[in-house]
């Protein structure tokens, strides 16, 4: 069964203390890996997607990067208005699902001023 | 504001009763997707339509669920006779083509008392 693995599940830093949350996967033909950030009460907000593993991406403090078995989500000198729960989420290449996106539970980041 | 939007953004319904939920997507977006999200969770695929046509329905969705899409634009998700355990995030998302990242509304959140 395909499955999706984020962790840690909760991360608390320091602003400015730079770390990486984790995305592991086992699936079977990846088509892509998505990052979401998703603060309370709303709905996910798109961050990046990958494709291949090597591919890198990067977004004001975020870089995100991409292997075969895991994706990272890099957070430089972070903000407190960093803090949010980022998702993961894999899009496969098999045949008739290649549109759904298959979740982990999140990482909730929160960043002390 | 060219955003998905979903209306309404919090229902709080008696167990037993009818509820409806509409989604608004991005006007040149041809697919559309409800996903739930509980406490705690990442978001799980319920339904998929491609223009008007439904294309997929998750097992997670009961015979108490229907959505449409009538004339490819809005969509809605009605769930019949409600339960405690329908309470939860619904959220809707819509792309164009595939490999795309999904644009996200803010969700309704919907509370079975």
């Known amino acids: 069964e395909d499955q999706v693995t984020q962790s840690p599940e909760a991360l608390r830093l320091q602003e400015g203390e730079s770390s990486s949350l984790n995305c592991s996967y086992t699936v079977s033909g990846l088509r892509g890996l998505f990052w979401y950030r998703q603060d309370p009460g709303k709905g996910p907000e798109f961050l990046f997607t990958l494709y291949s593993a090597g591919e890198e991406k990067e977004k004001e403090r975020l870089k995100a990067t991409l292997t075969k078995k895991e994706s990272f989500l890099h957070i430089t000198a972070p903000k407190p208005e960093d803090s949010a729960t980022y998702l993961c989420a894999v899009q496969l290449n098999s045949g008739g699902s290649n549109y759904k996106l298959t979740f982990g539970k999140g990482t909730l980041l929160t960043v002390n001023p | ?113």
């Open chain 2, 1 to 113: 504001d060219t955003g998905v939007s979903q209306d309404p953004r919090h229902k709080i319904t008696k167990r037993g009763q009818n509820v409806t939920f509409r989604c608004d997507p991005i006007s040149e977006h041809n697919r559309l997707y409800w996903y739930r999200q509980t406490l705690g969770q990442g978001p799980e695929f319920l339904t998929y339509f491609q223009n008007e046509a439904q294309l997929e329905k998750s097992r997670l969705l009961s015979d108490r669920f229907s959505a449409e899409r009538p004339k490819g634009s809005f969509s809605t998700l009605e769930i019949q006779r409600t339960e405690q355990g329908d309470s939860a995030m619904y959220l809707c998302a819509s792309s164009f083509g595939q490999g795309h990242g999904y644009t996200f509304g803010s969700g309704t959140r919907l509370t079975v008392v």
